[in-house]
């Protein structure tokens, strides 16, 4: 089969859902199939055409052309990614949604008509969804929308009630470690958080809940990793609250070393103070039988279950999270039994050959009605 894929931002651009595109894509032309991507080269110097890990990519200035709005250069674009389809003929068209590309998606679809699948990977609350609108029209038009979450898909049958037939969810999957996840490091107990380092994260909240966790858990160490824009602001709160000795701040993590990362870990927080539309920290530490604690945004109560795998605490909340760090850095025997409780969970309904297997079966599903519809028709090969 031959899916195309379409994501405004594509590795080696650094996040969430670039990584794991990247690897879905690799792991369905591993099991035979024609991949291309059609994406943007945003702040990044990167050729317009390459082939890249046998996926064939092609990078247009859609950003800049819709932003700017030079109709001038958005006309070219659109005459080059026509020719674009032309030449790789997509059974499937997968687009990471929601996104303002979508556009130029839209307006060469006549010109090869293949079925489009919606991925949202993001609340759809933080844009506006009206019929009218670019994301509106476009749930009205796709194929099919998959949503990581139930949270998610809820905001999106919120948005349009009529696509409820036709969206369905694939929680995100990642790859569980072989073998025997290591024991939860004692000798001192670590707090880790992962991600890219912005204000909506709740950086801020951990390194307070933290520096209030240390009177009644001495000794305890705290990592932060990532990078971003909050990160100097973060550095200097640890400062201020005098838990700098105790808070290492190691950067951008690759994927190749988040294993050790989360190895090092005692426990795993991830406390967001905005609706998340999934939350992948979390899941990558359940895999590794880090217990979590998380806030009660969006899809994380629905990915941690509190009392079982972790704590869920309200959003913000710098009392209640660090008093969920001192129960659980306190009692070794219920954090390694919602940890081992995390894997468990994990590997049931978190995999990533699960994730692979579920969008493989949609697309062939997909394929499959639209030929019943071309061949329905009179005069269509």
Not at 215 to 233: H, K, Q, S, Y
Not at 359 to 381: M, N, W
Request: aromatic residues 8%; proline residues 6%; glycine residues 6%.
């Amino acid at each position: 089969m031959r899916i195309l894929f379409w994501s405004e931002l594509a590795w080696p651009h650094i996040g969430g859902v670039e990584l794991l595109t990247h690897k879905l894509m690799i792991a369905l032309r591993e099991r035979g199939h024609s991949l291309a991507l059609i994406t943007s080269h945003a702040d990044l110097t990167l050729p317009d055409e390459r082939t890249e890990d046998g996926i064939l990519v092609r990078r247009f200035a859609m950003q800049e052309a819709i932003s700017q709005q030079r109709l001038d250069v958005v006309a070219s674009i659109k005459r080059q990614i026509e020719s674009f389809k032309r030449a790789f003929r997509p059974n499937i068209i997968h687009v990471n949604f929601p996104s303002p590309s979508i556009l130029l998606h839209w307006m060469t679809d006549s010109e090869f008509t293949a079925p489009t699948l919606l991925s949202i990977h993001h609340t759809l609350s933080d844009f506006p969804a009206g019929p009218e609108t670019l994301i509106g029209r476009s749930l009205a038009r796709a194929s099919w929308i998959v949503a990581n979450s139930e949270f998610t898909c809820n905001e999106a049958l919120h948005a349009n009630p009529k696509i409820a037939p036709r969206c369905s969810v694939i929680y995100n999957g990642f790859d569980s470690p072989a073998g025997p996840s290591a024991d939860l490091p004692w000798n001192p107990p670590r707090v880790v958080c992962l991600g890219r380092m912005t204000r909506n994260k709740g950086f801020d909240v951990a390194l307070r809940a933290f520096a209030e966790a240390r009177r009644f858990v001495p000794g305890i160490r705290m990592t932060i990793a990532g990078n971003g824009p909050e990160l100097e602001g973060l550095m200097a709160l640890a400062r201020n609250l005098e838990i700098h000795d105790a808070v290492d701040f190691p950067g951008w993590v690759t994927p190749e070393t988040v294993g050790a990362l989360m190895a090092s870990a005692t426990l795993v927080v991830v406390p967001s103070i905005v609706r998340e539309s999934f939350g992948l920290v979390a899941i990558e530490a359940m895999h590794y039988a880090r217990p979590v604690i998380a806030s009660a945004s969006g899809a994380l109560a629905e990915l941690v279950f509190h009392q079982e795998t972790g704590l869920v605490v309200p959003p913000g909340d710098v009392t209640a999270l660090a008093k969920a760090f001192e129960r659980l850095l306190s009692n070794r025997g219920l954090a390694a039994q919602m940890g081992a409780a995390g894997r468990h969970r994990a590997l049931a309904h978190f995999g990533f050959t699960r994730y692979v297997n579920e969008y493989e079966s949609l697309y062939a599903q997909l394929h499959a009605a639209q030929e019943g519809v071309s061949h329905a028709r009179p005069g269509v090969d």
